[in-house]
């Protein structure tokens, strides 16, 4: 079974410029999150989505942030305009919602560099 | 605010020695304890989790120790080999229909040969 997929890896930009990030969840899984990593710190959850519909949104920075999963399987993440402080690893996870505890899996993630 | 908070922020064991690792959190709703490993340049995978009606839950070398009265929860790696080497997350799960992830600050282990 293929993992997440999350594109680009790594990816650097001025400050003041557009970026956007691509996930890819495991088939199957209704449920996607993204999460931001800084360094040395625990992931912490932007957005989750069940299938299509955004249902947990209240930490994305939603005046620079936005976020959509069209079709409810692939997700785009889009970041405009970038600042400095948003230089992090966006990661992406997805799980099977069948009730009780739905383990999350994680992407390998996308570096983001703010110049 | 929800808040699980790690300890210590990084460790060094010799191999074959005992890594273990602190989590306390502050929110009695949390219903789910995951510990997730991550290698650098990969995203965290789940290692071992635990409920709060389990004090102890052990799988091969590695084993979660959980007090509910003091909240708080701890993994333990018996045996450290090199190969563990990686950053250690615990988290906790918020009960409802939330089901919100909150992770600690990670340890970052190394396991001498």
């Known amino acids: 079974e293929a993992g997440v997929v999350q594109s680009p890896r790594y990816k650097i930009i001025e400050k003041k410029q557009p970026v956007a990030f691509w996930c890819n969840p495991i088939s199957g899984h209704n449920t996607l999150y993204w999460y931001l990593q800084n360094l040395g710190q625990g992931p912490e959850l932007l957005i989750r989505?069940?299938?299509?519909?955004?249902?947990?949104d209240s930490q994305l920075p939603k005046d620079r942030f936005s976020a959509e999963r069209l079709k409810g399987v692939d997700s785009t993440l889009k970041i405009q305009p970038a600042e400095l402080g948003d230089s992090a690893v966006y990661l992406c996870?997805?799980?099977?919602?069948?009730?009780?505890?739905?383990?999350?899996?994680f992407g390998p993630g996308t570096r983001l560099t703010v110049l | 605010q929800q808040q699980v908070k790690q300890s210590p922020q990084s460790l060094i064991v010799q191999k074959g020695g005992i890594s273990i690792i602190n989590c306390a959190y502050e929110?009695?709703?949390?219903?789910?304890f995951p510990w997730y490993q991550q290698f650098p340049g990969k995203g965290p995978a789940l290692l071992i989790a635990i409920r709060p009606d389990v004090s102890e839950k052990k799988e091969g070398r590695f084993t979660i120790s959980f007090n509910k009265s003091a909240k708080q929860f701890s993994l333990h790696i018996m045996d450290s080999q090199p190969g563990d080497s990686a950053t250690y997350f615990c988290?906790?799960?918020?009960?409802?229909?939330?089901?919100?992830?909150?992770f600690g600050s990670g340890t970052q282990l190394t396991v001498l040969p």
């Open positions: 929110n009695t709703a949390f219903d789910y």
């Open positions: 989505y069940e299938n299509e519909e955004a249902v947990d």
């Open positions: 988290a906790a799960r918020s009960s409802g229909s939330a089901r919100q992830l909150t």
């Open positions: 996870a997805s799980s099977r919602n069948r009730g009780g505890y739905n383990e999350q899996f």
